[in-house]
């Protein structure tokens, strides 16, 4: 016999599903795969592959055989975030980390909450920062990977710009100083900044992907610009004020996570919110927190900590920023 389904309206069928939404976010993912490659060689492939055949080994063993309910691994939903799990972490991290992290990532921030539909935090999002906390020293180990297109790099630093200001300003020295001693170019950034996580090697490759979404309607554009925006705003007040103590709005939004962070992570529909003016609140505080974390605590970074943050606060913006009934005449103005 036929369970009988039952679910309110209204009952509309469109083309996007699950599985053509995490499609379109695994080819817009590409771009910034192709360029981590390239920069990083067979320790970015290596990266990737371990996260998404665990990530969807792990979903797998779990409904199979643990749970036992219907096994979700075709809806490719597990592989985004194996993927995306490996672009946030530094080129050099050993294959066992990145197994870890995919174990986090499934088993606890995804399945324990029921599975996909049901989660309440990125479970990307949460891998990374169990092995933030757990394996700080790994994790903030910047050393760049030899590479079969780039000669000459095996073993050398690639600290982040982030990490570089924040030490140089603890020294006591001026951004006038620390831009000058590491030659660092906004143009650097925008096309090969190699310091930094996997994902986070080109700005253009995350921006080319970010187009890819917005044409696909795969995503909009509230809550990656509030974060942005808000991002440029809150860091240009403090550059005002002090310009020789705080970094500028452009170096901001092109160092760190900022971009793959706004683009990828926090427009996950599931730990987002779902009305426009919801959004937009998600992103402004994602942003206002990711700043405060940077200028004033301990970690360079903040970008994964205020998603994680806000994700808490999305059932709540939920509930009092509900997107307007099917049907309902909207006024403008």
């Known amino acids: 016999m ?8 209204p009952h509309i069928h469109g083309p996007q599903t699950t599985k053509s939404l995490m499609r379109d976010v695994i080819i817009a993912l590409v771009p910034s795969l192709l360029v981590s490659i390239y920069f990083f060689g067979f320790s970015a492939i ?37 993927l995306l799990l490996a672009l946030n972490l530094p080129p050099n991290s050993p294959w066992w980390l990145m197994l870890i992290g995919s174990i986090v990532a499934i088993g606890v921030a995804k399945l324990t ?41 095996d073993a050398s630093s690639g600290a982040t710009a982030l990490s570089i200001v924040k030490e140089g300003l603890a020294q006591g020295l001026s951004l006038e100083q620390i831009f000058q001693t590491h030659n660092f ?32 309607r795969v995503i909009s554009v509230h809550i990656p610009l509030s974060i942005i925006i808000t991002v440029a705003l809150f860091t240009g007040i403090f550059w005002v004020v002090n310009p ?24 996950d529909y599931v730990t987002s919110p ?15 927190i990711t700043v405060l974390i940077r200028y004033f605590g301990s970690y360079p970074e903040g970008i994964s900590f205020a998603i994680l943050i806000m994700n808490a606060f999305v059932p709540l913006i939920n509930k009092f ?5 099917f049907g309902k005449e909207v006024k403008n103005g």
């Open 274 to 288: 779902m009305s426009k003016k919801g959004m937009i609140l998600y992103g402004v505080g994602i942003g206002i």
């Open 2 to 9: 036929k369970k009988l389904l039952v679910s309110p309206a």
């Open 185 to 216: 170019s906004y143009m650097q950034m925008l096309f090969s900044k190699i310091g930094g996580s996997v994902g986070e090697v080109s700005a253009l490759a995350l921006l080319i992907g970010f187009a890819y979404l917005l044409y696909r």
């Open 113 to 153: 909450f029921g599975g996909l539909g049901q989660n309440l935090f990125n479970p990307a999002l949460v891998g990374r920062v169990f092995l933030l906390v757990s394996f700080p020293v790994l994790m903030t180990d910047w050393t760049i990977p030899a590479s079969w297109f780039r000669e000459g790099i």
């Open 244 to 267: 020789e103590q705080y970094t500028d709005p452009l170096f901001n939004i092109l160092s760190g996570g900022i971009l793959l962070g706004s683009i990828f992570m926090a427009t």
């Open 321 to 325: 920023m509900k997107p307007a009934y």
């Open 46 to 82: 290596k990266l990737a592959l371990v996260g998404v055949v665990t990530c969807v080994a792990v979903e797998y063993v779990i409904q199979r055989y643990l749970i036992k309910c219907t096994v979700t691994i075709g809806d490719y939903s597990a592989a985004v975030t194996g």
